[in-house]
């Protein structure tokens, strides 16, 4: 009999992965290292002791995320608040970060000079013998930074309650091997992470500067059985040779619009999968998942599932539910709350025949002589060509509508004539969108830019 | 190939890719009774960019906004050749 998924304990991710037991048989893992478990059982990743870190509001910026991973284990409990610092944030955010987390420590894999006067504790990859004190007494709140592209990140408050609410009832998995392209320090990546940690499994981290063929075949050779990542990772994925080494049982989608065109191709490449598309944000928290193969979900999801409450307010969806944030940190931000106690997504939604269809972001619309166009919409009718691998639409500054639509398309390695494929993209696309969302412009390139978010870059007007 | 044929041919082109009736052209005839609408003229000044470097109007200079299509072929070889010189 499956054992269920206790809730976890309040106050300690450490309690709560090694109640899971079997440590000796479970590891984290980076393209460099590997640590067991067991390790961490009886010695420290961190160059202080655990006593000298209680209570204090802690800055996490490592460059790799093994240290990073382990560091959280320890200090949850410990520390009254930690920031997860994702290595891309600019160098110049942090201080006004730790000014408004209240950040007296900072602990890293680099010396933190110029951050001032805040302790530093060093941490690593490596786990040093000794014998820490565990005993939490702290609800840490953990501070997770939302990816803007420009301006100062956000500050977004969690805690191990609420990052974990969704995995409680599920099955112990023992013997899973968890991993994701996300970085876990971003929301995507944590619940992976929590995921693995609490249900008693392995993690295979990811590593920002790896080549894509490289980490599959890491993925393949340590086994892993369960995997994550946005549509625009999987894209790049299914693009490398290194898709065929590894045998998942189950690949999961989050972060943008899973398109019909990515879960059929997904399915195709791991037939033996159970592929899921989730719904989850940042300051939302998950709200579901949707497994059956199709895109969009079924209308029956709204009102209250699972815990869940959700509603669309003037086409967004709002989420309200165990799992969402605590708000943000910091004064002068606006609340993602309505006066319902629903998180506002910005997620644009649509019924068509039963189910709804993400269609885009509310900040990503592009206007067209007054026509409103999301481009998801229209490289969602792009992808669905067979020898398209990834689309990225764009609007065209233009002096008479103001706006054009222009697509940049990387194509899959056996492809048509390139004039007969735009033609044949073109009439799919007259096909099935107003004529004002047809591009005017067909793009073939070589590659299209993935942020470190996971997400396609796009260019905000 | 001249500028105007040049323009023409695009007309012809945007034309029958958007499922429009062009009207025979002359330099006389209105922009607006062309059977081409705003989106056709937004996709024309982008592939005229594209072919030419020039956008007229989006530069600098106040333009007098075209009405007919001898305007609009005049707008572009003056901004040509003020690029060409």
Redesign the interface.
Same mark, same amino acid.
């Given at each position: 009999m499956p054992q269920a998924l206790p809730r976890p304990e309040p106050q300690s991710l450490w309690r709560s992965l090694s109640g899971a037991g079997r440590l000796a048989q479970r590891s984290l893992s980076d393209e460099h290292a590997r640590v067991s478990l067991a390790a961490l059982a009886r010695g420290s990743s961190l160059g202080r002791p655990l006593d000298e870190l209680r209570g204090r509001s802690l800055l996490l910026s490592t460059r790799d995320q093994l240290p990073a991973a382990l560091a959280l284990i320890e200090l949850d409990g410990i520390a009254r608040r930690i920031v997860l610092c994702p290595p891309e944030v600019a160098s110049t955010h942090l201080p006004g970060v730790m000014r408004t987390a209240e950040a007296d420590t900072v602990v890293g894999d680099r010396s933190a000079a110029e951050l001032g006067g805040a302790l530093f504790a060093p941490c690593g990859a490596g786990v040093a013998p000794g014998a820490p004190n565990r005993e939490p007494s702290e609800t840490t709140e953990w501070i997770l930074l939302t990816s803007g592209t420009t301006g100062a990140p956000k500050l977004v408050r969690h805690t191990l309650a609420t990052l974990t609410d969704a995995m409680a009832g599920t099955a112990l998995g023992y013997g899973a091997v968890w991993s994701t392209f996300y970085d876990m320090r971003r929301y995507g990546g944590l619940q992976i992470f929590l995921r693995a940690m609490l249900g008693g499994g392995s993690m295979v981290l990811s590593s920002a500067l790896e080549p894509v063929g490289d980490f599959l075949a890491r993925v393949g050779a340590r086994g892993v059985t369960h995997i994550s990542g946005t549509p625009s990772h999987w894209r790049r994925a299914l693009m490398s040779a290194a898709a065929d080494e590894m045998a998942p049982r189950y690949v999961r989608l989050s972060g943008e619009i899973a398109d019909q065109a990515i879960l059929d191709h997904l399915r195709e490449q791991y037939p033996q999968a159970d592929t899921a598309h989730a719904f989850a944000s940042t300051e939302a928290g998950v709200a579901f998942d949707v497994g059956d193969g199709l895109c969009g979900f079924p209308a029956s999801y709204l009102g209250r599932r699972d815990d869940v409450e959700m509603r669309v307010v003037d086409g967004s969806l709002r989420i309200r539910s165990g799992r969402n944030s605590l708000g943000y940190l910091g004064d002068g931000v606006p609340s993602p709350f309505d006066e319902d106690g629903f998180v506002d997504t910005g997620d644009i939604v649509e019924l068509r025949g039963g189910r709804y269809h993400f269609v885009g972001r509310r900040g990503g619309i592009i206007n067209i002589g007054g026509q409103k166009v999301h481009p998801e919409e229209i490289e969602a009718v792009i992808n669905r060509h067979p020898e398209v691998r990834m689309s990225r639409v764009t609007a065209r500054k233009n002096p008479i509508t103001g706006a054009i639509v222009v697509a940049d398309v990387v194509v899959t390695s056996e492809h048509a004539p390139l004039d007969a494929l735009r033609d044949q993209i073109l009439a799919a696309c007259r096909d099935a969108l107003a004529r004002y969302k047809v591009p005017t412009t067909i793009r073939f390139v070589p590659a299209i830019e993935v942020a470190a978010s996971g997400k396609l870059a796009r260019v905000r007007a | 190939m001249s500028i105007g044929s040049d323009i023409a041919a695009l007309f012809a082109e945007v034309a029958q890719e958007?499922h429009k009736v062009l009207a025979p052209l002359s330099n006389e005839l209105g922009l607006l009774d062309t059977g081409l609408d @705003?989106?056709c003229?937004?996709?024309i000044?982008?592939?005229l960019e594209?072919d030419l470097g020039v956008?007229p109007? @989006?530069a600098d200079d106040e333009i007098d906004f075209p009405v007919t299509v001898g305007d609009f072929i005049r707008l572009y070889e003056h901004a040509a050749g003020a690029a060409a010189a």
């Open positions: - | 958007q @705003s989106l003229f937004a996709i000044v982008a592939r594209d956008d109007f @989006s």
